[in-house]
């Protein structure tokens, strides 16, 4: 199982941007696919997640801006990311669990700066 984490950048406050993980060797569909999230000197923090079902699930600092989806189609989960602040500024990881093993994406940064 490879998970590829992709679409990080340097944006403004407020800015946008979409981040993609592209799974191989399983199907999102059939699997949770979480996204975390690590600044320097933090640990690792939960985002958001979406289950086999479709059913989604946001950390409160991040509900109303971020929106996690998939594509099945593609094996690709997403997860956009609106309203962006410095404090957003981190590493974001995806990762799901097959079989009761985590498998995780190598990450993307976000930077939010002006």
């Known amino acids: 199982v490879q998970l590829q984490a992709s679409g990080g950048g340097l944006v403004q406050p407020g800015g946008s941007l979409r981040l993609s993980c592209a799974a191989s060797g399983t199907v999102v569909s059939t699997n949770f696919v979480a996204w975390y999230r690590q600044a320097p000197g933090n640990q690792r923090e939960f985002v958001a997640q979406?289950?086999?079902?479709?059913?989604?699930g946001y950390a409160d600092s991040v509900k109303g801006r971020f929106s996690i989806s998939r594509d099945n189609s593609k094996n690709t989960v997403y997860l956009q990311l609106g309203s962006l602040q410095p404090e957003d500024t981190a590493i974001y990881y995806c990762?799901?669990?097959?079989?009761?093993?985590?498998?995780w994406g190598q990450g993307t940064l976000v930077t939010v700066s002006s």
């Open positions: 979406v289950n086999s079902g479709g059913a989604t």
């Open positions: 990762k799901t669990r097959v079989r009761g093993r985590d498998y």
